[in-house]
């Protein structure tokens, strides 16, 4: 289980109500395919999701069957979990329809499922509270400032830039803060996280401020 799927996981235990199922990578279908979550509910009806813990920044592009992605390792190619999500409910639906009991007998609808079904893509990104608060300090301050996703960047612009480690790559600084480095990653990122750290502190060409968290 993924760190995003641990969180994600953490939060259906704790919003769904009590008559609501829940199965974590559970084999279905003659292809014996594993979804990441399959949720059902009595009246509801089915819910498929894949969870991912991408970050929109990372996303390089994508259509209805791949995904670019940047990663640590470079630029990789993935399937597109909303069409993965879409084949593994298509695969549940198709087994359930077996069963008589869960089908229209008769009508428009014969031989459909009797409830209904949906899948959907879960994009759990940990979102890190330093650049939040180092955000609304700017703004109170009255420092101008631009993110990396603005449409209008510009790296060249004489404004504070908030970036994340991986929208960092190729760019240069005369001062660098990164704050909260101190911060744990979750342990099967540690190696990842440290990478990202060293990248983001090499973006630095005169001045390099890190900043531990006071907790």
């Given at each position: 289980?993924?760190?995003?799927?641990?969180?994600?996981?953490?939060?259906?235990?704790?919003?769904?109500?009590?008559?609501?199922?829940?199965?974590?990578?559970?084999?279905?279908?003659?292809?014996?395919?594993?979804?990441?979550?399959?949720?059902?509910?009595?009246?509801?009806?089915?819910?498929?999701?894949?969870?991912k813990?991408?970050?929109?920044?990372?996303?390089?592009?994508?259509?209805?069957?791949?995904?670019?992605?940047?990663?640590?390792?470079?630029?990789?190619?993935?399937?597109?979990?909303?069409?993965?999500?879409?084949?593994?409910?298509?695969?549940?639906?198709?087994?359930?329809?077996?069963?008589?009991?869960?089908?229209?007998s008769?009508?428009?609808?014969?031989?459909?499922?009797?409830?209904?079904?949906?899948?959907?893509?879960?994009?759990?990104?940990?979102?890190?509270?330093?650049?939040?608060?180092?955000?609304?300090?700017?703004?109170?301050?009255?420092?101008?400032?631009?993110?990396?996703?603005?449409?209008?960047?510009?790296?060249?612009?004489?404004?504070?830039?908030?970036?994340?480690?991986?929208?960092?790559?190729?760019?240069?600084?005369?001062?660098?803060?990164?704050?909260d480095?101190?911060?744990?990653?979750?342990?099967?990122?540690?190696?990842?996280?440290?990478?990202?750290?060293y990248?983001?502190?090499?973006?630095?060409?005169?001045?390099?401020?890190?900043?531990?968290?006071?907790?």
């Open positions: 289980m993924t760190s995003g799927e641990k969180r994600f996981a953490q939060r259906l235990e704790a919003k769904l109500e009590d008559d609501y199922l829940c199965w974590y990578d559970v084999p279905i279908g003659q292809s014996m395919r594993h979804p990441d979550f399959i949720v059902l509910h009595p009246r509801r009806g089915l819910l498929i999701l894949e969870v813990d991408w970050k929109l920044d990372t996303i390089q592009s994508i259509n209805n069957a791949w995904v670019t992605l940047l990663t640590y390792d470079g630029v990789k190619q993935r399937s597109n979990p909303l069409e993965q999500a879409r084949q593994y409910a298509q695969a549940v639906a198709n087994s359930l329809q077996k069963d008589c009991q869960l089908v229209f008769s009508g428009q609808l014969r031989g459909q499922l009797l409830f209904p079904w949906s899948y959907g893509v879960i994009l759990y990104r940990n979102w890190h509270p330093a650049g939040k608060t180092v955000r609304n300090a700017l703004v109170t301050a009255g420092i101008p400032f631009s993110w990396k996703n603005d449409i209008q960047f510009n790296a060249q612009q004489d404004t504070v830039k908030l970036l994340t480690f991986h929208s960092s790559k190729g760019l240069e600084f005369p001062l660098v803060a990164i704050p480095a101190n911060m744990q990653a979750e342990e099967e990122k540690q190696d990842e996280e440290a990478c990202l750290l990248v983001a502190m090499n973006r630095a060409t005169q001045e390099l401020i890190v900043l531990n968290s006071a907790s």
